[in-house]
């Protein structure tokens, strides 16, 4: 089994930050992406930022410029740096990881941590 553990989400003023971080333990053979999605109040769940094996990222064109996402090899975390953030960016945040786990290859998702942004 592969467990993640996400943290960091919270109350923040339009034009702050926050950083959240993802976790991943347990039967890991490799890892081939980490990202992180969201999903507002009745909207679809949607990409936010993903890191692929090697480094090379892809961000929503709505967080590009704000966002940036991050990658520990060693500890198999993912983090997800927001900044100048808005109120359209109050969501739940899920950790999403690709990989093999044990003899599986499959995706493993997080729990949600809720960010929003508001005065």
């Known amino acids: 089994q592969v467990q993640l553990v996400e943290s960091g989400g919270g109350l923040v003023q339009p034009g702050g930050s926050l950083r959240l971080s993802c976790a991943a333990s347990?039967?890991?053979?490799?890892?081939?992406?980490m990202g992180w999605y969201r999903q507002a109040p009745g909207k679809q769940r949607e990409l936010a930022a993903v890191?692929?094996?090697?480094?090379?990222?892809n961000y929503a064109d709505s967080v590009k410029g704000r966002f940036t996402i991050s990658r520990d090899y060693v500890k198999n975390t993912v983090y997800l740096q927001m900044n100048s953030l808005k109120p359209e960016d109050t969501a739940v945040y899920y950790c999403?990881?690709?990989?093999?786990?044990?003899?599986?290859?499959?995706?493993?998702w997080g729990q949600g941590t809720q960010v929003t942004v508001s005065s």
């Open positions: 999403n990881v690709k990989g093999s786990f044990g003899v599986v290859a499959g995706t493993v």
């Open positions: 890191i692929i094996s090697g480094g090379s990222t």
């Open positions: 347990g039967s890991i053979f490799s890892i081939s992406a």
